[in-house]
Structures are given as structure tokens and as C-alpha cells.
């Protein structure tokens, strides 16, 4: 097989793995496409129209989804190189800042499990058994998860470690 096409080949499986992976995570696969390209794209930046064509999709789609990636903070609109054209590219520090907003919605479950174990407090412990569990869990993250964020925030890239 030709170098150029097995790397295109593997591009593409790239990206639709990040899609699946987002889809079992409760998002649009579309949205993961979308950011499985930006990650590996060279020019980073790349523009609504490129986007969909590589993708085979819709621009309004490519558009909405861009739009989801941006409010959870994973890429970023960039000024334009031709004038009313839309870039976006993967966004420095977006897997902080998404995981930021992954761990505030985990600090409102718990809470939320709080008061579930109120309306629990004079029942037999098997009840309250599925809450403490849910409970347990989201105190741990609440209380261990922001030290791994700041540890990343505050070390360089390249001088953590790695796993591969």
C-alpha cells in the first residue's frame, strides 16, 4: 500500500474513533469527527468548508457541531485568512478546561446525591446503599480530580511522564 494513502487511510480511522468515543460519551458522533480532525490537521486551523468537505458532511453541520465544541471549550475560533470564513482549530489547554466542566457537572450530582441521602436518612441501609455508592464517588472526584488539573496546568508539556 502506498505510504501516503495508508497515513490517509489511518487519518481517517483516527477520526471516526474519536467520534465513536464521543458518541459513547453522550455527544454527537459529528462533534468528535470534527475535533478527531482538528487534533491531527495540518494547517491546524481549519475552515468550516474544508472541514465538511473532509469530512463528507453538511457545513451546517459541521457548523452547529463546531459551535458544541466551542462552549465546552474544546476548539476555538481563529481570525480568518479569507474574509467571511469561519476557522476553528483544537483550543490550547481544551482538554483542561472540558474536563473543568465534566467535574462541575459531577460536583452538582453530588450535591444532588446529598439530597437523596437526606430523604434517605431513616431508611435501612440496603436503600440508601445505591446513593452512598453514587455519593462516595463523586466526593472522591471532587476532592482528587482539581489536583490532577493544576498538576497538568502547572508542568510543561513533555515533562510529565508518559504511558507510550
Same mark, same amino acid.
Not at 463523586?138 to 482539581?146: C, G, H, I, N, T
Given at each position: 500500500m502506498d505510504t501516503e494513502v495508508g497515513h490517509q487511510l489511518e487519518a481517517k480511522h483516527f477520526i471516526e474513533d474519536v467520534g465513536l468515543f464521543f458518541e459513547q460519551m453522550g455527544m454527537p458522533?459529528?462533534?468528535g469527527?470534527?475535533?478527531?480532525?482538528?487534533?491531527?490537521?495540518?494547517?491546524?486551523a481549519q475552515s468550516i468548508t474544508d472541514i465538511a468537505e473532509t469530512l463528507q458532511a453538511s457545513k451546517s453541520s459541521v457548523s452547529t457541531m463546531a459551535r458544541l465544541l466551542v462552549e465546552r471549550g474544546l476548539i476555538e475560533r481563529t481570525a480568518a485568512a479569507l474574509p467571511r470564513r469561519d476557522y476553528y482549530r483544537f483550543k490550547p489547554g481544551g482538554w483542561n478546561q472540558y474536563l473543568r466542566h465534566w467535574l462541575g457537572l459531577m460536583s452538582a450530582l453530588h450535591q444532588i446525591t446529598e439530597r437523596g441521602l437526606g430523604l434517605?436518612?431513616?431508611k435501612p441501609a440496603e436503600l440508601r446503599q445505591r446513593l452512598l455508592?453514587?455519593?462516595d464517588l +463523586?466526593?472522591?472526584?471532587? $476532592?482528587? +480530580?482539581?489536583a490532577i488539573l $493544576?498538576?497538568?496546568e502547572a508542568t510543561p508539556r513533555g515533562q510529565r511522564g508518559s504511558t507510550g
Open positions: 458522533r459529528m462533534a469527527r470534527i475535533l478527531g480532525m482538528l487534533l491531527i490537521s495540518d494547517p491546524p434517605l436518612a431513616d455508592e453514587a455519593h +463523586f466526593s472522591l472526584m471532587e $476532592e482528587r +480530580f482539581p $493544576e498538576t497538568l
